[in-house]
DNA sequence: GCACAAGAAGTTTTT
DNA sequence: CTTCTTGTGC
């Protein structure tokens, strides 16, 4: 890739040791090989050794990466820079932790200790479960925050928030909030005003209302706000008014937020002792401790300082981590190296601003720690900037449509801050440009993916570099093609496995919604309690008809060689072997077998739960849609299908970027929570609930809809990734839409084909999705949806007058307990134990699971619009089935184990799903990667 | 051209 | 929860 000879900005680079750079590395310009080089340059001086620099990564595989390349071209061997500080700052913190930080958490006021046996808690599952179970006590403990635990709907709601102000550097302390905490939570009045006064500006010369006033139409509208809230018409002023009044900055900003800001601190603060008392630290804590004990500890400090710090991939860091690099800086020797167009990470705190503000946080943070001490160099930093602009990866024409994509347009209302004069324009050394980029379209997209690829291997016209610089034609294992989502990508293994088509799927998996985790989950609730609905899905496999498995539950006389098994498995002591069992019961050996052992041991031995905490977890998983990662091993020539997310820092010679048809974009994730950290105005509450009432309130927070339209989302993220999917290219990019294109396929100078695949379906029949396009009408009530929804609002609004009156000895009956117990009883319910309802809630869950009989539209997951007195009701839960036999469809879902038999018309047989195919996939000797991890 | 309302359709990414 | 579309009315 790179020259072995550095070119100017690479040479300056390497050359410049001291002092502090930032350095502009896009896609492709030799970063690694200038940094691993400047690096050894470093450390072949006679008077530095390798443990003076500290050389801060992102990720495992880039310190490791990076380690290799520096053996390679150092003084140094293998052995002498295996302990040298080339890490990842997660890593590093535990090893300075290690070191130093026996006592840190008494600079936060906590009496627990930091010791050997502390470990560190990588799995976001398992930190979830815990978390679950600290708030659980955390509830019973603190009596006094009750309004704050219905307006959670769900524990891991909070520990997000608190994992965000901990990558913020916004900590407890028992006493209170640690350094200028508060004040970050209280937000920056004037800053927020400039973004009021921005979005409140008229437009049109006037002529046209503000953005902000526009957004605002229709305020209060399906919301309950409190007495004091404006109207809309006072709020906005009458028709023809261009603007909001001024003084509602200040109305919406200042609110009383002492209740929460004390809800937030204690649960955080005990949240910290509870992980220090379990011996445990999780990835945001080690941070947290390591920033607080180079913060109080100066020995540490000085123990623990750098004579050369180095960043990569800075655009990735969070706000923490750059105080960090700062802390860990002994002299003015930092250099942060990263392209602010491939930040892609804000999910996971990174902060593109560390990058895009780099001057002034570095000033701003330097003087914020040296506020009351002398902690950091920097006070008078003047960092250079070095650009690295010769690309050696793309050609120049795939070079500029990366740079027309990074100042492209998401939407139409968006408006694209980035000057393209200030992007660091990139010069291509390709050897021939012959780039074709191109655009595919047609209503079934993944068939117009699979045939334009076709139409792609041995072509050509799409002629690759080969080993010997040659153009030579491209093969399938020269292909990627790029998503957004992984279900598109998933989408697309399966069709590409009706027509044998190589693809190898690198990313996440939704491991509890496979088949092998449905039946293992079916085992153990079969030896935990015969569980019918555990037999169910045994018997189903095996292939009874569904008359014969309710004969079956129903008399519990079950067929012997299951039941054997039955008692096979009850002789194993282990949950590992009873999942190994079933698994080879079954012959599920693949990767996501694999996976899924690992998965459900770690679980179990980590936190020695109990079969019944297993399952529970797994159901868990099965709501959440939990995924882990599986990695296609390269080598085999097979088209590589992953996110972009995925492909970040990867490079193909050709990419199909597909999915390019949404024009609009799914809201933040987060945006849902109810209690959320917003720069600049701190923490804010969605929802109010109120115990002031004889029965516990919801309020919606008026002043929150005012300032998250002042806020508004911006679409450069979007963008960013469309960089980075771009610039993975060396040759050529197509683009694949379905019917509609994007605006950012609109907005490119890419001319769009609509084609007709090529690619002949083996089965005309089979439809593209897995939907029944068709109403069906329910026979006999509530049988067949997930209770889940009774937790809903909108159910009690829909059924007539909320409860008003009715036991005030129970302020806590909403929100999350009264959810669940809702919930148990409507499970209940609806499979008709013998339960009779015992309070009022009770009585109207009865009245409402009797009353439906409306239409039911089933799709998977399921939707399920009903008519409630006139009026759309909905409720959602997954269905794990569907089965047709012959005219009759009959609909599982294996949570509430509830089955639905209907007629199918006719007509639409031929649109029923075709049981769906388990897409197994080698994946080479390699051990599955497994990154477990929490999807909201 | 602008204001306003209502409906429809989209509903992540993972070190 | 957001954006886009459509239709009505000023």
Redesign the pocket.
Known sequence: MSDPTPNDAQRELIDSTEGSYLVDAGPGTGKTFAVTRRYGRIVDRPDVEPDDVLLAT?????ATEMRERIVDHSAYGPRELADAPIR?FHSHCHELLQEHGYAAPTHLGLDERITGSTRILED?LIEAERFREFFAGFRDDHPEHADFYRALSAPGELLDLIEELASKGIFPSTDGWYRDGESHLDGDFEAFRERFDAANQP??DG???SKL???L??FG?DKAYRPDAPT?SAL?G?????RLDEDVARQVFYEDRSALNSFVHDAYVEYLRFALRRNYLS?SFLQLFAFVLLCEDERAREAAEFEYVMVDEFQDTSEVQFKLALLLSGTENLCVVGDWKQS??S??YADVDNILEFEDRLERFAADLNADADRVPFDAADPTRIELRENYRSTESVIDLSERAIVTPA????TVETDPADVVGLSSNAAFDNTVVEGVRHEDEHEAVLSKVQAIVGNDDYAVEGEDGEPRPPEYGDIAVFT????YGRELLDVGAEYDFPLAYD??VELFRTDPAKLLLAWLRILESDADRGWAVVFERIGYAFDEIDRFLETGSYPTEPAAFRDELRELESVGAVARRVLDRYGFTGDVADVLLHSVQSVHDSTTATRGELIRFMERGVETGS?V?VRASAGDDAVTV??I??AKGLEYPIVVMANMN???????????SVIQYRDPVGLRQ?KIYSAERPHPHVYDNWRHDVI??CL??AYD?ERR?LYVAVTRAESHVVFAAGEDPN?FLEELPVAVEAIEPAVEPLDRDAPAEAELPFAVTAPNGPIGHSPHSLMDETVFEETGERPEAGPEAEPETRGMDFGSRVHDFAEAYALGDDVTPSNDHERRVVELLDGLSGELHVEEPVTLPLDVDGRRVTVSGIADLVHVTGDRVEVIDYKTDATRAVGVPEAAQRLLPRPRRVVRRKVGRDEPVL?E????
């Open positions: 992102f990720t495992r595989s880039a990842t976001e437009r049109n002529r046209k209302q006033r526009e957004d139409s229709g509208r809309e906005r009458g028709r023809g008014t261009k990835f892609i990470y999910f996971q939407s139409s209302g968006d957004r989502t992984r279900d990313g996440g995924t990662d992953q996110t997310h995925t949404e024009g609009r974009f799914p809201p933040r994730a987060g945006g849902s969605r998250r339209r508004p989302r993220e990734l605006t990154h991890r929490r999807v909201a």
